[in-house]
């Protein structure tokens, strides 16, 4: 298997779309490189890790990362089994009126202050809608187009998206719990288990987690697993058999949590998947 596999999706004046997937071989940080223009990164299966300076990113489903134009930055994948991510590439007119203009920094060229930011819900489901429909074909490139810019204006918005926050330790021991639960999105963690797993108390780990990430570390590893189903609900003819593989206790479990953050059921927005439609309610 390639290291690498990169498909364009769409190639237009105003966005690239490409899904990008990774077998995950290198654990440690690989050598550095950088990106010839600005990307922004929506992962939506696995994990891996951008290590810019000091500074980590955790690249996983409940996050978009930031890629500036040369900036060196190199990358490792510390969770096993690889990972996929959608890659968008928006003209600099475009992206700068899209973007606030406190997530960028100050001078002529077009960088972001920030290496990634929390996403919501509705641009998870955006990232679904758009990676289907241009891999079913059923999209039309306008109708792509309009998806992308959703999900970048969704994406960046400071109503929908968030920063991380608190002090450098924090960030770095949150990370690793997002790191573990990346690892196996199926268990049924308790909080004691996950915090030996990072070297932190149950307590300090909580409140850690909710500063950083402005969630409890349970909504977040539900809104990791919501994620991951919103990937494969085209591959299982068994919504049972799905609920169960992503650790759910039972099917009505995880359709009424999926309903109430997506706002569909599993059923419906698979149905929704060979449409491409940008409608998701707010969460």
């Known amino acids: 298997m390639p ?4 498909q364009s999706l769409l190639t237009t004046p105003c966005v690239a779309v490409q899904d990008v997937g990774c077998s995950g071989g290198h654990r440690h940080p690989d050598a550095e490189e950088h990106a010839s223009a600005t990307h922004l990164v929506f992962s939506y299966r696995g994990a891996f890790v951008r290590h810019l300076g000091r500074d980590e990113a955790v690249a996983e489903a409940n996050q978009v990362l930031f890629f500036n134009a040369f900036e ?10 690889g990972d996929a991510s959608l890659d968008l590439v ?9 973007a606030p203009s406190a997530l960028l920094k100050d001078g002529a060229d077009l960088e972001f202050r920030v290496q990634r930011l929390r996403i919501d819900p509705r641009a998870q489901a955006l990232v679904a809608l758009l990676r289907h429909g241009l891999h079913a074909g059923t999209a039309e490139p306008l109708e792509a187009e309009s998806v992308a810019l959703t999900l970048v204006g969704r994406g ?9 926050r608190g002090s450098f330790a924090r960030r770095r021991l949150v990370d690793r719990a997002k790191l573990v639960l990346a690892a196996d999105l199926s268990r049924r963690w308790t909080l004691a288990e996950v915090a030996a797993e990072v070297g932190g108390s149950p307590v300090y780990l909580t409140q850690a987690f909710q500063q ?4 409890p570390l349970y909504r977040y590893q539900l809104h990791l697993r919501l994620a991951r189903a919103l990937d494969l609900l085209g591959t299982y003819e068994d919504l049972s058999a799905l609920s169960l593989d992503l650790g759910f206790s039972s099917h009505s ?4 949590a999926f309903q109430r953050i997506y706002g569909r059921t599993p059923s419906e ?9 940008p409608a998701a309610p707010d969460r």
Request: charged letters at 25%.
């Open 72 to 81: 060196g930055y190199r990358v490792s994948h510390p969770v096993p089994g």
């Open 253 to 256: 479990h995880f359709s009424a």
């Open 156 to 164: 960046l918005g400071p109503r929908s998206a968030r920063a991380a």
């Open 212 to 215: 950083v990430e402005g969630l």
């Open 90 to 98: 928006v003209d600099e007119a475009t992206l700068r009126e899209l």
């Open 269 to 277: 927005f698979r149905r929704s998947l060979q449409r491409c439609t």
């Open 3 to 6: 290291e690498f596999t990169v």
